[in-house]
């Protein structure tokens, strides 16, 4: 026994090339990288990797909160103003309530990568008890926000710092972070004893 509780994460790559073929999709190993020495809980993944439909996109997170039971889920690509970007609109679809402070600490992240970090809508929603978050569809941004840049002065704190409290306040599993890759921030009182 690891000690640690685990947790179901679903990723969804939305990309019209990739889901088709055209390219090789580089969106879910990314996450799956990423997550992998961030998160210190055994993770059950469930990858989906789909076109930018509106309705497929709200029904796939649909399936994976409401029937695969995720605990969180995240989606790359399909944030942006282009007429097939249509990610913000699904995950809006099926919260129950908006978190508007990951897009817009996402975007002040961004901001320190590219100038058209503000190109990206992504939002963050609750369903249930799972956290959805949209992140943008290049491959690097992905590390980008969910890591921020803890090295700058003053550090620029990725979103991923803020995940596990979030989790936790929805009543999900106790996620622990490595903090070589990401400083999670719980307050004092929410600290679980170590066993
Ligand atoms: N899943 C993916 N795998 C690999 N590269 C991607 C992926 N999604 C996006 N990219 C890269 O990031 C760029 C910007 O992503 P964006 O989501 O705007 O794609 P897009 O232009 O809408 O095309 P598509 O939906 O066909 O990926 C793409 O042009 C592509 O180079
Ligand atoms: N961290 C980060 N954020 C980023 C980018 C990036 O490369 N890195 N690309 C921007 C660009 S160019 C666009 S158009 C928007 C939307 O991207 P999407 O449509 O691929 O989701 O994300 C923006 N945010």
Known sequence: MSGFD????GIVSVSDRASTGVYEDKGIPALKD???????????WETRLIPDE?????????ELVDVATCDLVLTTGGTGPAPRDVTPEATVAVAD?????FGEQMRQISLNFVPTAILSRQVAVIRGKALIINLPGQPKSIAETLEGLPQMQPPVP???AAVP???DLIGGPY???????CKAFRPRSAIRAKG
């Open 34 to 44: 990423w997550l992998g020495r961030a998160v210190r809980n055994p993770i059950a």
């Open 175 to 181: 996620i622990e972070c490595d903090e070589a890759v």
């Open 54 to 62: 509106q309705d497929g996109i709200s029904a796939a997170l649909r």
């Open 158 to 160: 990725g979103i991923f």
């Open 165 to 167: 409290y979030c989790v």
């Open 97 to 101: 309530k908006l978190m508007p402070g």
């Open 6 to 9: 685990p947790v179901r994460i």
